[in-house]
């Protein structure tokens, strides 16, 4: 599968954005998906996790009443909508496949293999 993450942008403190990934091929719906981000200087992390019918969502602390994950299976296509965005938000955000499994809700980068090219989200104070 191939992903395709869009919607980044400049925001100032306390906006919102909403994040998009388009994925290819016809096995989208049967993949649970996860969204990561990764700051200058620092680890990709995780943020947030979604199985394959959208039934269980799991979150990031740091993210967690803020950011909202969901997913499309129609369309193909998994969002990340984030409210009350803080300049620690910062970062290129990552949208990623987890083949091996539709029900796990993963924070281990090691479990996806498939990747987009991640999309720049940018929080000014």
């Known amino acids: 599968v191939q992903l395709q993450a869009s919607g980044g942008g400049l925001v100032q403190a306390g906006g919102s954005l909403r994040l998009s990934c388009a994925a290819s091929g016809r096995t989208f719906g049967s993949y649970a998906m996860g969204w990561f981000r990764q700051a200058p200087g620092k680890e990709r992390a995780f943020v947030a996790a979604?199985?394959?019918?959208?039934?269980?969502?799991f979150y990031a602390d740091s993210v967690k009443g803020r950011f909202t994950i969901s997913r499309d299976n129609a369309q193909n296509t998994l969002y990340l909508q984030m409210n009350s965005l803080k300049p620690e938000d910062t970062a290129v955000y990552y949208c990623?496949?987890?083949?091996?499994?539709?029900?796990?809700?993963?924070?281990?980068?090691?479990?996806?293999?498939?990747w987009g090219q991640g999309t720049q989200v940018t929080v000014s104070s």
């Open positions: 979604i199985t394959w019918s959208g039934g269980a969502t």
């Open positions: 990623a496949a987890n083949p091996r499994s539709s029900s796990s809700l993963t924070i281990n980068t090691s479990d996806y293999a498939y």
